[in-house]
């Protein structure tokens, strides 16, 4: 499962980045907050098209 190991994928640069850890923290932490964005994202837009539209949601 998953791309072939060139193609950059945010699991396998938080992977690889874990030997990394003391000197260049930012290897594994960046691809993580990344990760955090983009589903802090994908859950906001879910919570806006359901208020937009469910009819029987009412604030």
């Known amino acids: 499962l998953g791309a072939q190991p060139p ?11 874990r030997k990394f850890m003391l000197d260049a923290w930012w290897v ?4 993580g907050l990344a990760i955090l964005a983009t589903s802090l994202a994908f859950n906001l837009l879910g919570d806006a098209l359901r208020d937009v539209l469910d009819p029987r949601h009412a604030r």
């Open 28 to 31: 594994s932490v960046m691809p």
């Open 7 to 17: 193609a950059p994928e945010w699991g396998a640069m938080i992977s690889s980045g």
